[in-house]
């Protein structure tokens, strides 16, 4: 016989269970809603970033204290040689240039020198006298030539050739004058013939952000011949030959006129058995 008790436990068992089909069905349900109304978000989300992005806010120029909108940003750096730069540093040598004044050069350039001789070269630079009178005031020999070119208050001239032999006789680096004249002098010898090549060069020099620097200004060149007489080829010649024209030509003819002498002279002196007869 069963008991009431047992019945009774039996319908709470069988109601549990209904219970618990019915609470898996809805989870169930509750999940398969909630991933048809995610997926497309996922979908349309699985191709960007993970990490959002942050919005940069506009910037907007704060006002100073006088109510004047601020300073635009300082330009970028830039590398160079000397180390970094910027770009208002090339817009100072500009102004710097700009501002340096005018003055007149006057030079001599001979057009033909002797390999033996030396030349003298003369640079004459101001900034009042015009540059027909500085052409004037040059002694030295030669074509003169001249032109209005940039002035600092300290200029470089420099005077070069591949195949001269040349002496600053003053300065090259000189201080300028506003008034007075400042003269370069060289002094110019060749060591080859033919046509050769001088070069005149004129620099400035200033500073820039505390450094001294240079720069060209103006550059002449000029061509000379150097000659070589006819006495000065044959002088050259002996002087590299001699010891093989002695050797090769001096010598054998020496004793070919010396026995020719020794011949004749047995020709002329009779014979001692005709002296006797006689």
């Excluded at 002694?139 to 040349?166: N, P, W, Y």
């Excluded at 030509?249 to 002498?261: D, F, N, S, T, Y």
Aim: hydrophobic share 40%.
């Amino acid at each position: 016989m069963i008991s009431p008790v047992s019945v009774k436990e039996a319908a709470v068992d069988k109601k549990a269970g209904k219970v618990s089909k019915v609470a898996i069905r809805s989870w169930i349900t509750g999940v398969s809603l909630l991933l048809l109304l995610a997926g497309p978000a996922l979908y349309l989300g699985c191709g960007s970033s993970s990490e959002p992005q942050a919005v940069k806010p506009i910037e907007k120029s704060t006002p100073s204290a006088t109510g004047q909108p601020a300073p635009p940003p300082e330009p970028p750096e830039i590398i160079t040689r000397g180390g970094p730069a910027r770009y208002d540093q090339f817009k100072v040598i500009d102004r710097i240039l700009d501002k340096l004044p005018m003055g007149n050069v006057a030079f001599n350039a001979p057009a033909i020198i002797n390999i033996n001789d030396t030349a003298s070269i003369q640079l004459i630079l101001s900034l009042s006298k015009p540059v027909a009178e500085l052409k004037q005031m040059i002694e030295a020999e030669g074509e003169k030539q001249g032109e209005s070119v940039k002035v600092s208050d300290q200029m470089e001239a420099r005077l070069t050739g591949v195949h001269f032999q040349i002496h600053a006789v003053t300065a090259e680096t000189q201080a300028i004058s506003s008034r007075e004249e400042t003269r370069w002098a060289w002094e110019v010898k060749p060591l080859m013939a033919g046509r050769q090549r001088l070069h005149l060069t004129l620099a400035a020099e200033f500073n820039v952000a505390g450094h001294p620097t240079q720069r060209t200004i103006r550059t002449f060149d000029k061509n000379i011949e150097v000659n070589v007489t006819l006495v000065q080829k044959g002088t050259e010649f002996i002087g590299k030959f001699g010891q093989w024209l002695w050797a090769a030509i001096i010598i054998p003819v020496a004793g070919w006129l010396w026995k020719r002498r020794k011949d004749s002279q047995a020709v002329s002196s009779p014979a001692p058995e005709e002296e006797e007869s006689q």
